[in-house]
């Protein structure tokens, strides 16, 4: 490990692609997000890299599907308005069976909405987005070092399982500093991609990358085929954080600055002798449900806190299945969960109260 | 020792800078940092904040809801987040820039002429860093030696025949 650095979310975000291994980036400028191109473009010409600010967030998309195609890791980042355009993109390429790595630091929507920071896109990363049967593995980072990590390991994960990864975090965790520290070396897992369409030098037979299937048994058995991929996914790449859920009398469950927030949160609490725990999901898809099972009998119940109006919570809810109670406390529009908001929420919760629904 | 510090007052005036100095500074200590600007619509209105944390302990939220200082030059950035410092808080402002005196009787604050002092010392870009000596003496943030060290590794080398002047800025804000 080297000496920690002060560094910008968002210039962490490239780095850690450039040290996965990434020569080929894709994107077009959106606040908060855009000191990713800035410094692609300042670092990929200094390493010989191809950087492209596109036409527009359609053609990068479609940049990063062609590079891909080729077996190079390859990567595009923007902000919400901008992912709704890659969305086509992204699913072609999951049908295609394409790692890719898309970086999406959360505005507020919906439409053009505004810059500040927000999780609602939530649902257009984690449930879909495009069209068809699909998934995107969904990386959720609470800070810069995380950022450092989740997308070098987000490269791994696109290359292990041919399928697109998302790192979702919101406009704060893109703009603001803290300490990171690189590793001397990152673990980069290589794979051989035989299927990648590279140039065949007439010694095999061509490689096509596609996502058409116009038969409807052949389209069938390749989603079946996505699907046995995705049932492994869900069964071996879940990743949470749990603090201090042992012996909760209420849990939290939040990602990305939500959770930040709420490591305050439950010192204050704590202060008033109630014990509050966190579950942090870090990939929101697949979803830890097992941490939900886990601590289902939480006695007071479970607290969601969002940056949206309630879109993860819906998530939790089908993890609990019915067990525990669940409220929500979410703002909108580029506001924030105040701390003492939350703790309010979670106080009336604690006496029993209740909190107030999605 | 956690530190929850509030920058604020007009685009250009090197607010957003001067709480880097500080996390960086806080960094060089070992301390625990976080650095959140603005960035939103207000900074197109031309004003700019930001929250900076530098503390014993991991920094959990980066968003300050009860500040233990503020660093003020303008009026509209005193007006909005004087309400955010804590009971026993330190507010230093730059009084040339900032005529209405905080309402709050329960925080210590510190006036400082810092733009005329800044004038006089040669260099009106100086008037931000005499209100971080200032803050560094009353909340003793981070130490003079690592602010030099932060100054040496932020500003470019070509830059670094200011630091000097830009310490003794630092004193003079200091024993105001």
Redesign the interface.
Known sequence: MGE???MKGNEVIAEAALRAGCRHYFGYPI??QTEVAHYMARKMEEIGGTFVQAESEVAAINMVYGAASAGVRAMTSSSSPGISLKQEGISYAAGAELPLVVIDIVRCGPGLG???PAQCDYFQMVKGGGHGDYHNIVLAPQ?VQEMYELVVDAFNLADKYRNPVVVMGD??MG?????VEFRDEEKIERVAKPWAACGSEMKRPHNTITSIYIEADVLEAHVNHMYEKYREIERTEARVECFNCDGADVIIAAYG?CA??T??VI?DAAKLGVKVGLIRPITLWPFPKAAFEKYAEVPKGFLTVEMSMGQMVEDIKLALNGRNHVSFYGRTG?N?P???DILGEVLKIARGEGGAEK | MDHQIIFAGFGGQGILSMG?FI??AG?HEGK??????S???EMRGGTANCNVIVSDEE?????I?AATALVVMNQPSLEKFESYVEPGGVIVLDSDLVPVRPAREDVRVFALPATKMAYDMGNATFAGVILLGKLLAETGVVRFDSFEAALKGILKPKKHYLIPQEMEALKAGAEY
């Open positions: 920690k650095i002060l606040t908060p505004g810059i500040l800070g406009g704060y703009q603001m500093m803290e300490a600055t930040r927030v490591r305050n010192k580029g924030v105040g701390q003492k | 880097r996390a960086h960094l625990h940092v976080s650095w959140l600007p960035y939103g619509p920094v959990g939220s980066p968003i809801s």
